[in-house]
């Protein structure tokens, strides 16, 4: 029988990067998100993995720029609040389905298994670090603006990245 691992928010982070006028990058984070996986032992090989971000969360420290994020734009969070993320791969990478703004494609994004552990109070953790990269056009998000010494306001790569920590359910 498969094993619950949920997430722990207090000690998890999902970033992002991203090209800023193609000199430098803008850096952001979903403050708010969920995910679980379900794993048949603590290798946690194949573990089945759901993750949810509310797009309404996001946060790149200028108030401006995030409402900017959550128009239509970009990721048109009235019609899409959701980013969603599942797969049945964990490995040495995880490979699954990512749908955002309404838009699903395969994603591949590498990981790295940090342990586990049991905190003071008794619980049983898991530990996991992601990092990969995505085309925001391949989702959707294509607004730009050209700049007037040549190229473009927002670069198309996005690097996400992140820290999990997972609780194990009795």
Not at 141 to 168: R, Y
């Amino acid at each position: 029988m498969a094993t619950k691992w949920l997430l722990d928010p207090t000690h998890s982070e999902v970033n992002f990067k991203v090209r800023h006028m193609m000199i430098s990058n803008v850096k952001g984070e979903f403050r708010n998100f969920n995910a679980e996986i379900e794993a048949n032992d603590d290798t946690f090989q194949n573990a089945k993995t759901t993750a949810f971000i509310d797009v309404d969360s996001i946060y790149t420290n200028n108030t401006d720029r995030d409402n900017h994020l959550k128009s239509a734009d970009f990721f048109n969070a009235e019609l899409n609040p959701k980013i969603t993320f599942e797969s049945d791969s964990l490995n040495q990478d995880i490979t699954g389905n990512l749908t955002i703004n309404g838009v699903t494609k395969p994603v591949k994004l590498e990981v790295e298994f940090g342990g586990i552990n049991v905190d003071p109070w008794g619980n049983t953790k898991a530990g996991f670090t992601f990092e990969g990269k995505i085309s925001r056009k391949d989702f959707g998000l294509n607004w730009n603006a050209a700049l007037e010494a040549g190229g473009v306001m927002v670069g198309d790569d996005v690097k996400i990245s992140g820290d999990l920590q997972f609780v194990k359910q009795a």
